[in-house]
């Protein structure tokens, strides 16, 4: 099945940086919204946005939306 997330990496200048973890896209601990694949916390790339929902989550919370998002994967 074909990934529907709207990016590749290449599409928007994935590179090291630290950024993915405070980006409203990124969810703990290696997941983003909208770009495809793997995605360090320690990365960016020209959609990051500042986080704004996820703001005050702490790890337990982060990986509830982690688990959320992965569970139509299994
Ligand atoms: S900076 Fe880009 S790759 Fe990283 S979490 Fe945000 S949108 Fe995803």
Redesign the pocket.
């Known amino acids: 099945m074909p990934d529907a997330k709207q990016y590749r990496?290449d599409d928007?200048n994935?590179r090291q940086y630290e950024?993915?973890g405070t980006?409203?896209?990124?969810y703990y601990p290696n997941v983003?919204?909208?770009?495809q694949g793997n995605?360090s916390r320690d990365?960016?790339?020209?959609?990051?946005?500042i986080q704004s929902k996820k703001e005050a989550m702490d790890g337990d919370s982060y990986q509830a939306e982690y688990d959320k998002a992965n569970k139509d994967k299994e």
């Open positions: 990496k928007v994935y950024k993915c980006c409203n896209y990124f983003c919204e909208i770009v995605i990365a960016v790339c020209d959609k990051w946005e």
